[in-house]
Nanobody, 125 residues
Framework: QVQLVESGGGLVQAGGSLRLSCAAS????????MGWFRQAPGKEREFVAA????????YYADFVKGRFIISRDNARNTLYLQMNNLNPEDTAVYYC??????????????????WGQGTQVTVSS
């Protein structure tokens, strides 16, 4: 059974940084793509960033380009999201997700089969 556990969320001032982690277990981590999504109150869950199985290919939503960096450590079965220059609009619950079988980047919510419980990120102005 695939399990994804996020950590690293919290309260930060605008302009600050946070690093989210996602610990994965239950299958061979380095065979699958991974992604980050977020959901703000009253809004739909949206794509943030994704990486392929190797970590060498990445893709970002336009609103985080140049500020967020997705990476993975396949030896540690861990996915990361480095978030810099945060603003209040980044306030949301952030979710780690994994597709059932894809090794390449996927960006649609329905393409992901496994989800973590989420970690709250709150950015104050």
């Amino acid at each position: 059974q695939v399990q994804l556990v996020e950590s690293g969320g919290g309260l930060v001032q605008a302009g600050g940084s946070l690093r989210l982690s996602c610990a994965a277990s239950g299958r061979t981590f380095n065979e699958y793509a991974m992604g980050w999504f977020r959901q703000a109150p009253g809004k739909e869950r949206e794509f943030v960033a994704a990486t392929d199985w190797s970590g060498q290919s990445t893709y970002y939503a336009d609103f985080v380009k140049g500020r967020f960096i997705i990476s993975r450590d396949n030896a540690r079965n861990t996915l990361y999201l480095q978030m810099n220059n945060l603003n209040p609009e980044d306030t949301a619950v952030y979710y780690c997700a994994a597709p059932k079988s894809s090794r390449v980047i996927v960006v649609e919510t329905y393409e992901y089969d496994y989800w973590g419980q989420g970690t709250q990120v709150t950015v104050s102005s």
